[in-house]
C-alpha cells in the first residue's frame, strides 16, 4: 500500500513531520479561515530527534511522517518546546509508543506537561536556559521565551545547521501544501503571519522586544527558521523576524478603526461621518460592523491603527453583545498608544457609550474626546457632530 504521508526535507538532516489541518476555523476566538498546520520536526543525529508533537487527532499522520524516513522507535530523544495542546497533544501516546531515552521541555514546560497529563509528570527532564545538550554529531541549544505565548515556551537551536524551533514564534495559520515560505504567494505571507502575530502575541510584544535583543546581543544568526504553525523560513529569515521587530513596538500609522454595532442604523451612520471626518483629514478610516466583520479581522486592523473609536446603540441598558464580544476580546489584546473614542444612538437611557468609554479607559487608551451620544435618529447637526469628531481625532492623530 502506498504510503498515506511523507516527511518533507528541510535540510540535510532535518525533516518535517507535522501534520495539516485543512479544516480548523477557530482557534480559540481567532478565526484562521485558511486553517493551519502542527509543525513537528525530526533530526536524524546521531541521537534521532524529534522537536514537538502535534495535536492529539493527527497523531497517525505524524507518525506515519516519521515513519517514511525512519523507524519512530529509534527515536532516542524528543524536545518539547511548547506544552500547548496543539503541540503536545499526543505527547503522552507517543512517548509510550515510541520509548524515547530523554525527554526534554523547559522547567515550566515539565510543570505545565504534568498537569495537562499524569502520565507526563514523570519522565520528563527540565533544560535550563542556555543549556546545551549533544546528540553526538550535532548539538541543541536551549533559550527559555517565557509568555511567547505560554510560560513554558523555549527556543531549541540546532547549532550546526544555525536552524531556530521557534515554537509559536514566527508562525501563521495557514494550511498548505507548500513547506517554505519562499512558495507561498508574499500578500498571503503579509497578511496571515500579521493577523497570527496581532491576535496572539500582542499582549507579550513587550517582551518580543527584549527576546530579540537578546538574540541579537548573543550573536545569534538563523539560516532557517522553523516554526510550530505555517511555512518554514529557508530564504531570508530575516524578513519574518524584521516585521516582528516592528509589530513589537507597536508604531502606529495614521489609521483608525471605527468599530461599531447598530440595531435601527442611527448608530451606523454615525459611525460612517466619523469615518468621513477622520478621512477628510488624512487619516485613513476603516468602518467595521460588529455583524460584517470577525474580531479577529479587527484585531489585525488595531495592529497598526492609531485610533480606535467605538460605537454602540444600547441595548436593556447595556452596550450590545457583539460590541462587548470585540472590546473584550481587544483588552486581552492589550494594543499600546492608542486613542480612542466612544459614540452611540439610543432611545431612553443610554448607558451603551458611556460602558464602552469605560471598556477604552481600562484599556489605557487616551481619550481626548467627551463621548458623542445621540438619541434615535441622528439630526443634520447631530451627524455634522460625529463628523466633527472624526475631524478633531484626526487632528490629534497629525498634531
Ligand atoms: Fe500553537 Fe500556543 O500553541
Same mark, same amino acid.
Given at each position: 500500500?502506498? =504510503?498515506?504521508?511523507?516527511?518533507?526535507?528541510?535540510?540535510? #538532516?532535518?525533516?518535517?513531520?507535522?501534520?495539516?489541518?485543512?479544516?480548523?476555523?477557530?482557534?480559540?476566538?481567532?478565526?484562521?479561515?485558511?486553517?493551519?498546520?502542527?509543525?513537528?520536526?525530526?533530526?536524524?543525529?546521531?541521537?534521532?530527534?524529534?522537536?514537538?508533537?502535534?495535536?492529539?487527532?493527527?497523531?497517525?499522520?505524524?507518525?506515519?511522517?516519521?515513519?517514511?524516513?525512519?523507524?519512530?522507535?529509534?527515536?532516542?530523544?524528543?524536545?518539547?518546546?511548547?506544552?500547548?495542546?496543539?503541540?503536545?497533544?499526543?505527547?503522552? =501516546?507517543?512517548?509510550?509508543?515510541?520509548?524515547?531515552?530523554?525527554?526534554?521541555?523547559?522547567?515550566?514546560?515539565?510543570?505545565?506537561?504534568?498537569?495537562?497529563?499524569?502520565?507526563?509528570?514523570?519522565?520528563?527532564?527540565?533544560? !535550563?536556559?542556555? #543549556?546545551?545538550?549533544?546528540?553526538?554529531?550535532?548539538?541543541?541549544?536551549?533559550?527559555?521565551?517565557?509568555?511567547?505565548?505560554?510560560?513554558?515556551?523555549?527556543?531549541?537551536?540546532?547549532?550546526?545547521?544555525? &536552524?531556530?524551533?521557534?515554537?509559536?514564534?514566527?508562525?501563521?495559520?495557514?494550511?498548505?501544501? @507548500?513547506?517554505?515560505?519562499?512558495?507561498?504567494?508574499?500578500?498571503?505571507?503579509?497578511?496571515?503571519?500579521?493577523?497570527?502575530?496581532?491576535?496572539?502575541?500582542?499582549?507579550?510584544?513587550?517582551?518580543?522586544?527584549?527576546?530579540?535583543? #537578546?538574540?541579537?546581543?548573543?550573536?545569534?544568526?538563523?539560516?532557517?527558521?522553523?516554526? +510550530?504553525?505555517?511555512?518554514?523560513?529557508?530564504?531570508?529569515?530575516?524578513?519574518?523576524?524584521? #516585521?516582528?521587530?516592528?509589530?513589537?513596538?507597536?508604531?502606529?500609522?495614521?489609521?483608525?478603526?471605527?468599530?461599531?454595532?447598530?440595531?435601527?442604523?442611527?448608530?451606523?451612520?454615525?459611525?460612517?461621518?466619523?469615518?468621513?471626518?477622520?478621512?477628510?483629514?488624512?487619516?485613513?478610516?476603516?468602518?467595521?460592523?460588529?455583524?460584517?466583520?470577525?474580531?479577529?479581522?479587527?484585531?489585525? =486592523?488595531?495592529?497598526?491603527?492609531? !485610533?480606535?473609536?467605538?460605537?454602540?446603540?444600547?441595548?436593556?441598558?447595556?452596550?450590545?453583545?457583539?460590541?462587548? +464580544?470585540?472590546?473584550?476580546? &481587544?483588552?486581552?489584546?492589550?494594543?499600546?498608544?492608542?486613542?480612542?473614542?466612544?459614540?452611540?444612538?439610543? /432611545?431612553?437611557?443610554? =448607558?451603551?457609550?458611556?460602558?464602552?468609554?469605560?471598556?477604552?479607559?481600562?484599556?489605557?487608551?487616551?481619550?481626548?474626546?467627551?463621548?458623542?451620544?445621540?438619541?434615535?435618529?441622528?439630526?443634520?447637526? +447631530?451627524?455634522?457632530?460625529?463628523? @466633527?469628531? /472624526?475631524?478633531?481625532? !484626526?487632528?490629534?492623530?497629525?498634531?
Amino acid at each position: 500500500m502506498a =504510503e498515506a504521508y511523507r516527511a518533507i526535507p528541510i535540510t540535510e #538532516r532535518v525533516y518535517w513531520v507535522g501534520a495539516v489541518d485543512w479544516t480548523l476555523r477557530d482557534f480559540h476566538g481567532y478565526t484562521t479561515r485558511r486553517g493551519s498546520s502542527y509543525n513537528a520536526y525530526l533530526i536524524l543525529a546521531d541521537r534521532v530527534t524529534l522537536v514537538d508533537t502535534v495535536k492529539k487527532p493527527f497523531k497517525e499522520e505524524f507518525l506515519s511522517r516519521v515513519a517514511s524516513v525512519i523507524d519512530p522507535r529509534k527515536v532516542e530523544v524528543v524536545v518539547s518546546n511548547h506544552s500547548e495542546m496543539d503541540h503536545s497533544g499526543c505527547l503522552a =501516546e507517543v512517548i509510550e509508543e515510541i520509548r524515547p531515552r530523554e525527554v526534554y521541555a523547559s522547567p515550566m514546560g515539565v510543570k505545565t506537561l504534568a498537569e495537562l497529563s499524569p502520565s507526563l509528570s514523570t519522565g520528563i527532564t527540565a533544560v !535550563a536556559d542556555g #543549556r546545551s545538550v549533544s546528540l553526538g554529531n550535532m548539538t541543541l541549544s536551549f533559550m527559555e521565551t517565557r509568555m511567547l505565548h505560554w510560560p513554558d515556551s523555549m527556543f531549541t537551536y540546532l547549532q550546526e545547521e544555525k &536552524l531556530l524551533f521557534s515554537h509559536d514564534a514566527f508562525g501563521m495559520h495557514l494550511a498548505s501544501h @507548500e513547506r517554505f515560505a519562499d512558495e507561498v504567494d508574499t500578500a498571503v505571507l503579509e497578511y496571515e503571519a500579521a493577523t497570527y502575530f496581532a491576535n496572539i502575541l500582542l499582549p507579550y510584544a513587550g517582551l518580543m522586544t527584549k527576546l530579540l535583543a #537578546r538574540v541579537d546581543s548573543a550573536g545569534l544568526s538563523f539560516d532557517v527558521i522553523a516554526p +510550530d504553525h505555517g511555512p518554514v523560513w529557508r530564504r531570508n529569515p530575516g524578513w519574518i523576524v524584521e #516585521r516582528y521587530r516592528r509589530w513589537a513596538q507597536q508604531k502606529r500609522a495614521k489609521k483608525a478603526v471605527v468599530v461599531y454595532g447598530t440595531m435601527w442604523h442611527s448608530t451606523e451612520k454615525m459611525a460612517r461621518y466619523i469615518g468621513e471626518g477622520l478621512s477628510s483629514r488624512g487619516v485613513p478610516a476603516k468602518v467595521m460592523a460588529v455583524d460584517a466583520f470577525h474580531r479577529s479581522d479587527i484585531a489585525y =486592523e488595531m495592529l497598526d491603527a492609531a !485610533a480606535l473609536v467605538v460605537g454602540t446603540s444600547t441595548l436593556n441598558n447595556n452596550m450590545l453583545p457583539k460590541v462587548a +464580544d470585540v472590546l473584550t476580546y &481587544l483588552k486581552g489584546l492589550r494594543p499600546l498608544n492608542v486613542v480612542g473614542a466612544a459614540f452611540g444612538s439610543y /432611545g431612553w437611557s443610554g =448607558e451603551g457609550t458611556l460602558q464602552v468609554n469605560e471598556v477604552l479607559k481600562e484599556m489605557k487608551a487616551a481619550l481626548p474626546l467627551e463621548p458623542l451620544r445621540v438619541r434615535h435618529v441622528p439630526t443634520t447637526s +447631530d451627524l455634522a457632530a460625529c463628523r @466633527e469628531l /472624526g475631524e478633531k481625532l !484626526a487632528d490629534i492623530l497629525n498634531a
